[in-house]
Every structure is written in structure tokens, then in C-alpha cells.
């Protein structure tokens, strides 16, 4: 079946400029997890999103970033403002539930000039 | 803070030989573990989780193993094949209070499977 859809895969923007990063997960999965990776970090983690409950924003870096999903369906990250920092690869991630194993996409590449 | 540290940034090894990927973790909320596989350009992979309940769980050429009281885990892929090669992450979770649930990544271990 369909796995977890990002797009688009790569971005360049300016600097100052919005960006609208997209997801779709698998069907059915009710948990979703957006995650980012600098150049030679780690995943860091940025929001969760499980059902009908309030998200868990801990990990937004800043007000710059923002998420949205639509009851268990698609969900967007916002970035307002980009900054040269905020370049790295943005991952999206779906779980059936909250204790399963998450399943990404391929990532979003943002490369902000 | 890191909450999941993988010390070993790279590993190399011998085809046929067993690789130890080693993760740590300092929160003892953590009840929940799984390692991920990543090719460049790719997304994680989910490879092999453990809850901690178990102290071990196979699936394969790929076992982990649970210390809670030492707070480690460890993967081992035996026999290790060229194929193998890649970025392994180690992911720890738990419900925290007052918050959601959410899993924290290490940095990742590079390993390098040599034919």
C-alpha cells in the first residue's frame, strides 16, 4: 500500500520568504509526527499529532513554526520568515497508533538562501 | 539535553561479522524503544522495536537487546552484509506528564559493512 507522502521533496527559498511543507500519511494511522534533520544532526523532533487531542508542540524551535492536520488526514508545517538555519530536511512520520513504530516519508529538503 | 545519546558517530565491520550498535538514554519514563535504518534521500526505516517489558527481541539477523537498569540498549546484526550499510537511530519514548507522546531520536551511527 501507499506509504507516508511528502511534498514537495526538495524547496529553495529566500530568505524572509513563507514555506508550506505537505504531508499525507498512511491511511488509518492516527498518530503524526513531524521531525526535522540538520546536516550531521539527528532527528529532532517538532510536533505530534494523535487524533481529536490537542497537539503536542514541544519541539517547535519558534512562533515561525506552525502545523495544521485535518482530523486524521493531511497536515502541513508553515514556516514564516525562513531563516538560513531553518535549512534541512523536514520528515513526516504516521503511526496506527501511539505505541507503534512510526513510518516516514522520503523528507522534504529546505534549502533556504 | 540529550535524552538518547549514540556515542559511536561510525562503525565499520567485516561482512559476515556481527555489528553492536549501542544507544543510552537517561530518562527512566522511557518504557518504549525502537531502531531505524536510513539511506540517503531516503526516510528512516523502521527496522526493530522493544518494549520494556522484554529484555531482548529477534526478528532475524536483527536482535535488541534491553538493559533498563544500565538504561542501553543495543542492536546486533548478525551475520553483518554489505546491504547493511547505512545510518542507524536509535528512539526512545514514553508518556511524559503533561505532555504528549513523542518520540526522541538519537544522533545516529553510521555503519560501514566492508565485502
Redesign the interface.
Known amino acids: 500500500g501507499a506509504g507516508v507522502s511528502q511534498s514537495p521533496s526538495n524547496k529553495v527559498t529566500e530568505k524572509g520568504k513563507d514555506v508550506e511543507l505537505r504531508c499525507d500519511p498512511i491511511s488509518g494511522h492516527t498518530a503524526l509526527y513531524w521531525y526535522r534533520q540538520r546536516l550531521g544532526q539527528g532527528l529532532e523532533f517538532l510536533i505530534y499529532f494523535q487524533g481529536n487531542s490537542a497537539p503536542d508542540k514541544s519541539g517547535l524551535p519558534s512562533d515561525r513554526f506552525s502545523a495544521e492536520r485535518t482530523g486524521e488526514s493531511v497536515s502541513t508545517l508553515t514556516i514564516q520568515r525562513t531563516q538560513q538555519e531553518d535549512s534541512a530536511v523536514y520528515l513526516c512520520a504516521s503511526s496506527v497508533h501511539v505505541v507503534s513504530p512510526l513510518h516516514f516519508g522520503n523528507g522534504t529538503r529546505l534549502t533556504v538562501t | 539535553d540529550q535524552q538518547v545519546k549514540?556515542n559511536s558517530p561510525s562503525l565499520s565491520v567485516q561482512e559476515g561479522r556481527i555489528s553492536i550498535l549501542n544507544c543510552d538514554y537517561t530518562n527512566s519514563m522511557f518504557d518504549?524503544f525502537?531502531w531505524?535504518k536510513k539511506y540517503p534521500?531516503?526516510?528512516?526505516?523502521?527496522l526493530i522495536?522493544i518494549?520494556s517489558i522484554k529484555d531482548k527481541n529477534e526478528d532475524g539477523r536483527f536482535t535488541v537487546f534491553l538493559n533498563k537498569s544500565a538504561k542501553h540498549l543495543s542492536l546486533h546484526i548478525v551475520p553483518s552484509q554489505p546491504g547493511d550499510s547505512a545510518v542507524y537511530?536509535c528512539?526512545a519514548s514514553g508518556i511524559e506528564k503533561g505532555?504528549?507522546?513523542?518520540?526522541?531520536?538519537?544522533?545516529?551511527t553510521r555503519l560501514l559493512v566492508k565485502p
Open positions: 549514540q518504549y525502537l531505524y534521500a531516503e526516510g528512516p526505516t523502521f522495536s518494549s537511530f528512539a505532555q504528549g507522546f513523542s518520540f526522541i531520536f538519537g544522533k545516529g
